[in-house]
């Protein structure tokens, strides 16, 4: 479930932001099926990518990683 949680809303972040897969993922220096992984919430992401994908996204660490998966 929590990866599932992370998946969303890096997906949702992604796309308001304007990136697809191929560009977010390019500019993290992973491979898409990477990126796509966690977005459905095959792989849980560590703490570092998550930092990554938000200073990527210009959003805080918090707002990627929501309270509820945090407990």
Known sequence: MEAEVYGR??????K???YTQEGL???LGVSVSVLGEVERGNRIPT???LKSVAKQL???FDELV??????
Do not use: M
């Open 9 to 14: 809303r890096i997906r949702a972040f992604r």
């Open 16 to 18: 308001l932001k304007g």
């Open 25 to 27: 993922a390019k500019e």
């Open 47 to 49: 703490t570092d990518f």
């Open 58 to 60: 210009s959003v805080t």
């Open 66 to 71: 929501p309270l509820e998966v945090k407990k």
